[in-house]
């Protein structure tokens, strides 16, 4: 930025903003000034203002000093063309003029709008060995790619507050060049360092300012990865037309985790999200599927974490919300190059309980006040894709991901929403059906369903069909659903089968 004016203006905007670096002392870094201007502004006011704001700063240094006041002028001329500053109206035909330039109190400045910029870039921590590293927070403006550039400084000081970013260049002597890429692993010889990430922004073939954010702690031991690895080592390549390869996954919402008398096994700095979400990138990373179902996902992991990196890597993302005032919800991942996104929705299934397409279900327990009351306690909710094959044109497949309630004592509560979610995804394939009669469409049912084998959603998903006798309908005493058989047109199965545990 030192010696250029960075103007941004957005198309349709009627402001712009101009931003420099002024150094009014010898052997200064400067002071940046930023002013945002209307466009329709004369040019005469808008110079004005400009020289007033630095005038003021200039004054104030010199005051303390008890200097004499110091006068500002700022100039504008171009070398390609004819220009003469009383033909220009306004600051708009001012900062568009070709090859326009500034001189400031004897400094030159280029022009440049709407140059690729950096905005704000932070380092994701805790950083720990053997795991993902990246861009955390990264905004970027008039950017269609980036270049990243990791470096390792051993001497550190702990208590590093540096949180904002650096336009200035560091000492190169003092680091040693890592690796590049949006995601970077750091190895054991890292352990101790001070990383630093180097962005570089870039639109087609013009590229910003570098700029450079330094982590505020150092390289830490991971975890022991030994049993992550041997299950991802047949997972080392994507899957290849026909097949498609699937991960569910209950990533623990943050808001859960911090209660910690439910997970008294666990370590408390091991249930702090900021040290599960690395491990959690590497396990989606490293599973290479083509479609990724979460449950409990945070918003904020889902923005700051999850959807960066996994955009990245060729993936596209859908988060939806659920019910209640928790931020978290459910996400779809899918990758790009295998499918083409048709259509996605989200439904939160207390919310509609009485809508007609569920008539069969409210009929049956619209008279037991107990039962209403329980249905809408649930934040229940299915997020639906629905895909078409780009191997395949002729194939399209809906995903439904849910999780459903969690209570011990409510069976017939979990029946009831896989009943509202299945109806769902039916509806969803009849629509796909209307529009492509000759299409194959298969229907993917993900989640954490709070069932065990034995259970009537088990049951009801695989046989398609649970009787109104069925134990799980009186699973809790004055919520009995009554007269009520279900059954669908699916053939569904378990893809893992039943496992004899699914966590440890």
């Avoid at 931020?327 to 299934?349: A, H, T």
Wanted: charged share 30%; hydrophobic share 35%.
């Amino acid at each position: 930025m030192q010696n250029k004016v960075i103007i941004k203006h957005e198309e349709n905007d009627s402001r712009f903003t101009f931003s420099f670096i002024y150094s009014f002392k010898n052997n200064s870094p400067g002071r940046q000034f930023n002013l945002c201007r209307e466009l329709e502004e004369s040019s005469v006011q808008f110079v004005q203002r400009l020289q007033t704001n630095v005038s003021k700063v200039i004054t104030k240094h010199h005051k303390k000093k008890k200097d004499e006041d110091q006068k500002v002028c700022a100039r504008f001329y171009s070398d390609k063309d004819r220009f003469v500053f009383e033909d220009i109206e306004t600051a708009k035909d001012l900062i568009y003029f070709p090859g326009i330039k500034m001189n400031l109190n004897g400094t030159d400045y280029d022009l440049v709008i709407n140059p690729p910029l950096v905005e704000e870039v932070k380092i994701a921590e805790p950083i720990l060995s053997t795991t993902f590293v990246y861009p955390f927070k990264l905004k970027t403006k008039f950017s269609d790619c980036q270049k990243f550039e990791w470096f390792v400084k051993k001497e550190h000081k702990e208590k590093s507050e540096r949180k904002k970013i650096r336009l200035d260049s560091p000492d190169e002597s003092d680091w040693k060049k890592l690796g590049e890429g949006f995601l970077f692993i750091p190895k054991t010889e890292c352990l101790g360092g001070q990383l630093r990430l180097d962005v570089t922004p870039m639109y087609k073939d013009i590229s910003g300012d570098k700029v450079t954010a330094l982590s505020t702690s150092v390289v830490e031991a991971g975890p022991d990865a030994r049993a992550t690895i041997s299950r991802q080592f047949r997972t080392r390549e994507f899957r290849k037309h026909p097949y498609i390869r699937v991960m569910s996954y209950n990533i623990l919402a943050d808001c859960y985790a911090k209660k910690y008398d439910i997970f008294p096994q666990c370590p408390p700095f091991a249930l702090e999200i900021e040290y599960r979400v690395h491990l959690i990138v590497n396990e989606l990373v490293n599973f290479k599927a083509d479609v990724i179902c979460l449950q409990e996902n945070d918003r904020k992991v889902y923005d700051y974490d999850l959807y960066p990196v996994l955009s990245h890597l060729g993936y596209e993302g859908e988060f939806i919300k659920k019910g209640g005032e928790v931020d978290e919800g459910l996400s779809v991942f899918y990758r790009k190059d295998r499918l083409e996104k048709l259509e996605s929705k989200g439904v939160v299934l207390c919310e509609s309980l009485q809508e007609p397409r569920f008539g069969h279900i409210w009929e049956k327990i619209r008279t037991n006040e107990a039962l209403v009351e329980r249905m809408m306690l649930p934040t229940s909710a299915i997020n639906i894709v629905s895909f078409q094959s780009k191997d395949n044109s002729g194939k399209f497949l809906v995903v439904g991901n849910t999780h459903l309630y969690h209570k011990p004592d409510a069976n017939h509560v979990r029946l009831l929403q896989a009943e509202m979610c299945l109806t769902e995804l039916q509806l969803q394939k009849k629509e796909i059906l209307k529009k492509h009669p000759d299409a194959e469409v298969g229907i993917l049912f993900c989640g954490d369903f709070n069932s065990r084998p034995a259970s009537g959603v088990f049951k009801y998903c695989i046989e398609g069909k649970i009787e109104a006798d069925y134990p799980d309908w009186s699973s809790s005493p004055g919520e009995e659903v009554k007269e009520l058989t279900l059954q669908h047109r699916f053939s569904l199965g378990s893809a893992c089968g039943t496992p004899k545990y699914t966590n440890y």
